[in-house]
């Protein structure tokens, strides 16, 4: 699993938990539901920064804890490739 596989996982993870679709999260942040599908499926690299901090209002978590999952992730993903 590449490392937007990852995050979009994580993302969509996150939306589940609370309860939303979609749809729901295109209306609360402006940010179109097929983008973040793209984005749920890793076939988009990493949102900016102004796209997480809408989706971590939205999702209940803290901008800096979505950055921190990346960065533990992204760290063993690159121990994983030195082996």
Do not use: C, H
């Amino acid at each position: 699993m590449a490392i937007n596989e990852w995050f979009g996982n994580y993302l969509y993870r996150l939306r589940l938990a609370e309860k939303l679709t979609l749809r729901q999260v295109e209306k609360k942040t402006g940010i179109s539901n097929s983008y973040l599908s793209q984005i749920e499926n890793g076939r988009r690299s990493i949102p900016t920064i102004p796209i997480l901090i809408k989706l971590a209002k939205v999702y209940d978590v803290r901008l800096v804890d979505m950055i921190i999952a990346y960065e533990n992730q992204l760290f063993i993903y690159k121990q994983i490739a030195k082996m």
